[in-house]
């Protein structure tokens, strides 16, 4: 197979075909799992690529190059967790530097800058990032990073990429970092929009097994490549070439499994809306929704991702344990259906901090299931708030 084609193919194409040719011994027509820590050398300094499993495998190979074909990438680098990733991103900063993050945004993100990045000097301040206005009015001096997610999680929020980008122009010393995960490559391509980096919590949608670890971050830029890999090498959070198959494997259905994703979660929204018990429903598709019209500027869908608000912390929590196919669990993105209630879970590192979330939120990651048990099931545990 040539690559001439690769830039005209569809997005499902890439996915299945871009980094992975037969393998040319075998013919194998998957990807092998290359489960090796060292690679024999015909000489010193003359080897086929690759030397040591933890500067490079195969494997990962093919995974950077078909992450970073879906997302219009020039590079991709892969890590061993969507955190371990956010790492390499952020060392790119220097103490004294200052980042500003979204005022609804990750709690292990929020952890990781405000608890570990801290304690070495670097800053940080929490910004509305739908008021670009009051981002360019107020910009924090030092600024080299703006973090955004988008859809947010867990409020799905909807930033406005091309708007933020614009103000980061105006700083040229300041990089654009977008977390992707929520919407995936499939619904957003951040770089068209401007951002300098892209990060992923691979574990997430692209996997979508709820099998693997992973994270991966995507760039038009040689430096930040160079930067990325670099670290990649000498800190050592690496996906292990059985990581990298897994991923690979759930990438190739993506895009039919975010179709599925979006037609639930829309299923899921009017059940909700119309609802007695439910307060409010968050959701990028909703007309009602803040963020809908940026939604429908650079998102083709919108997403499996669903939050809702009950009235208080003790109906949601009833909600949230009184479901059946629902799982209670953390994390997301995967062919079966989760439910949780962010402020004791995913977010608890928040609490206290700008960032903390409503106590009456529940997030649901709405899987591919029949869609009427999910909205039989749904309704069962609504009862109980």
């Known amino acids: 197979m040539t690559d001439q084609n690769e830039s005209s193919w569809g997005f499902s194409t890439k996915a299945i075909h871009v980094g992975q040719d037969p393998e040319p011994i075998t013919g194998a027509v998957t990807v092998p799992v290359f489960q090796t820590s060292t690679f024999a050398q015909e ?67 929020f952890r990781l800058i405000s608890k570990v990045f801290g304690r070495v000097g670097i800053t940080w301040s929490a910004h509305d990032l739908t008021d670009v206005d009051s981002l360019a009015r107020a910009w924090p001096d030092n600024t080299k990073m703006v973090w955004v997610e988008t859809p947010t999680n867990p409020l799905l929020t909807v930033v406005d990429i091309a708007a933020v980008s614009g103000v980061v122009a105006d700083h040229p010393e300041a990089l654009l970092v977008v977390d ?8 957003q391509q951040p770089l068209q929009h401007g ?57 190739k259905t993506l895009a039919v499994r975010m179709d599925r994703h979006n037609q639930n979660a829309e299923a899921v929204v009017e059940l909700l809306s119309n609802h007695s018990k439910v307060e ?3 959701w990028p598709g909703l007309e009602s929704h803040p963020g809908h019209h940026a939604a429908l ?14 009235g208080s912390r003790d109906s949601a929590m009833r909600v949230a344990e009184a479901t059946e196919l629902f799982t209670l669990a953390e994390s997301l993105g995967a062919v079966e259906s989760l439910i949780e209630h962010p402020g004791a879970m995913t977010h608890a590192s928040a609490a206290g901090s700008p960032l903390e979330v409503p106590e009456d939120l529940i997030r649901l990651s709405v ?3 029949d869609i009427s048990d999910l909205l039989a099931d749904l309704t069962q545990a609504l009862e109980q708030a």
């Open 195 to 251: 951002a300098d980096i892209v990060v992923h919590s691979t574990t997430k949608y692209l996997g979508g097994h709820s099998d693997v670890v992973g994270g991966f971050v995507a760039t038009n830029n040689g430096d930040t490549h160079d930067h990325l890999t670099f670290l990649q090498n000498a800190v050592g959070a690496v996906p292990a070439p059985w990581d990298c198959y897994l991923t690979l494997r759930g990438t």
């Open 367 to 369: 899987g591919i299931e």
């Open 297 to 310: 500027k650079q998102m083709s869908g919108f997403g499996g991702m669903v939050s809702f608000r009950t």
């Open 43 to 109: 000489a010193v300094g003359k080897h086929s690529g690759y030397e040591y499993a933890r500067t490079g495998n195969p494997t990962r190979t093919a995974l950077q190059a078909v992450l970073a074909a879906l997302e219009g990438a020039s590079f991709g680098v892969s890590f061993a967790s969507g955190l371990s990733a956010e790492d390499a991103i952020l060392r790119m900063l220097e103490p004294g530097d200052h980042i500003v993050l979204g005022n609804d945004a990750y709690g292990g993100t």
């Open 280 to 282: 409010a429903v968050l």
């Open 180 to 187: 992707n995960t929520f919407a995936t490559p499939y619904l």
